[in-house]
């Protein structure tokens, strides 16, 4: 079974950083494209971050792009996501994803496993 489990979430203020993980287990990580997603009280969940099965292709949502770094260790089964210069509208819950897409996407609905969310409130 695979298994995401984030890590990393927590209240911090504007212009902090955080660093959120996502430990992958059940398969074979490399197998699989990994992303960020992250979802507002009432709202959709929304794309941030993508990197494919080797880490070298990287793209990011407008609002994150300068901002936030993701990466990926294949050895160690991790993906990882550096939100520097954080803002009050980065509050969300975020979540990590892995599809069987190895360039991955920016559409939810094409992810098969999904972790259980971490909390990030920035105060302003």
């Known amino acids: 079974q695979v298994q995401l489990v984030e890590s990393g979430g927590g209240l911090v203020q504007a212009g902090d950083s955080l660093r959120l993980s996502c430990t992958f287990s059940g398969r074979t990580f490399a197998n699989y494209g990994t992303g960020w997603f992250r979802q507002a009280p009432g709202g959709e969940r929304e794309f941030v971050s993508k990197i494919n099965w080797n880490g070298v292709r990287l793209e990011y949502a407008d609002s994150v792009k300068g901002r936030f770094t993701i990466s990926r260790d294949n050895a160690k089964n991790t993906l990882s996501l550096q939100m520097n210069s954080l803002k009050p509208e980065d509050t969300a819950v975020y979540y990590c994803?892995?599809?069987?897409?190895?360039?991955?996407?920016?559409?939810?609905?094409?992810?098969?496993?999904w972790g259980q969310g971490t909390q990030v409130t920035v105060s302003s």
């Open positions: 994803a892995a599809s069987k897409f190895l360039s991955a996407s920016r559409v939810p609905g094409e992810y098969d496993y």
